[in-house]
């Protein structure tokens, strides 16, 4: 609950020599960079239909004996049930007074814009990997849900790094037993030093960086042959989990309403818990931005073959810091 006072933007403002802002790219979110998006949200909730009970096969005459074209045929069973996204509201205002904004050499709202959209990201993805600040609506975060499944393993748990991602009852292995296939990994950028020296059975790395030409052409890594992604929007937080890796399909989201802006110049900013009022932009002389979007997401965990039973089954698996 507070305002750009004129210390935070005076990097910004005419008597400063150096014109150029340099800063990162904003990374809005990882779960966007892998999920699955689905189409806009004409409601506030949207219904997916989830396989839940598989159809079965039988032979008209199994084991001794025929009956030939007269043998009865069985009937079998399938069955749907309905999981839910429900899109909810992601806000943020942040203020300044007027003076200050006038007095700025750049458009301050320009600047602030990606941020808030680097905040929106990060809001998101630590809704969704942990359940930080989530709707009580939302599905189970995954970090929570994957450790439910039985697919949490700790570092150093099966002896090394390399035992605990790629080995039998590793993480990745974990996916796999629920009827899922990795495409993509999400980790701490902690986990680059430890990943950089693994090497497999005839000496070669597993942690793979690949360089496409040319000076912006983009760095990709890849841990056994699928991307792998380090957020640096302070996404993954090292002592909840160092690695999730999964089926990221398997995670849908949609926006019910994309990013708005919305200029803000007389109204009062109260205290969300004690109801005081904090700013009264008006009486101030003060303008605020306010952006909104309403957005949710589902892991619908579909029924299959090598798992049926959906309290063990998760298409995604973590990796732990140790002691975890």
């Known amino acids: 609950m507070s305002y750009i006072p004129r210390s935070n933007v005076e990097a910004l403002m005419p008597e400063e020599f150096q014109r150029e802002i340099v800063e990162n ?5 990882a779960v966007m960079r892998y999920a699955y998006r689905g189409p806009n949200m004409s409601r506030a909730q949207k219904r997916i239909p989830v396989l839940s009970i598989l159809p079965t096969a039988y032979f008209t005459n199994p084991g001794p004996g025929d009956t030939g074209d007269a043998g009865y045929k069985r009937i079998t069973q399938i069955q749907w049930e309905n999981k839910y996204i429900d899109a909810e509201e992601l806000n943020v205002i942040v203020a300044i007074p007027e003076a200050v904004f006038d007095d700025a050499d750049y458009n301050i709202w320009d600047e602030a814009k990606p941020k808030l959209l680097e905040a929106f990201g990060l809001a998101f993805d630590q809704a969704v990997f942990y359940g930080i600040n989530a709707p009580a609506v939302w599905p189970t975060n995954i970090v929570a849900a994957a450790t439910g499944a039985g697919n949490f ?4 748990s099966l002896g090394d790094i390399y035992n605990d991602i790629m080995a039998e009852g590793g993480v990745i292995s974990k996916v796999e037993e629920d009827g899922f296939m990795v495409d993509g990994h999400v980790a701490a950028t902690s986990m680059k030093a430890r990943l950089r020296s ?9 942690f793979k960086a690949l360089y496409k030409e040319g000076v912006q ?3 990709r890594y890849e841990l056994d042959g699928e991307q792998m992604f380090f957020p640096r929007n302070g996404a993954i937080i090292p002592t909840r989990s160092l690695l999730i890796s999964g089926e990221w399909k398997q995670l849908v989201y949609a926006i019910r309403k994309d990013v708005t802006w919305k200029i803000l110049t007389e109204s009062v900013i109260q205290d969300p818990v004690t109801g005081a009022i904090v700013i009264n932009l008006a009486q101030q002389n003060m303008i605020a931005l306010r952006a909104s979007m309403r957005i949710g997401w589902q892991v619908p965990n579909p029924i299959n073959r090598l798992e049926e039973d959906e309290e063990e089954r998760y298409p995604f698996a973590v990796l732990g810091p140790a002691g975890s």
């Open 217 to 219: 052409g983009a760095t």
């Open 198 to 206: 693994l090497r497999d059975s005839a000496g070669n790395p597993i």
């Open 153 to 156: 393993v700790t570092l150093g």
């Open 25 to 29: 790219v904003p990374e809005m979110s």
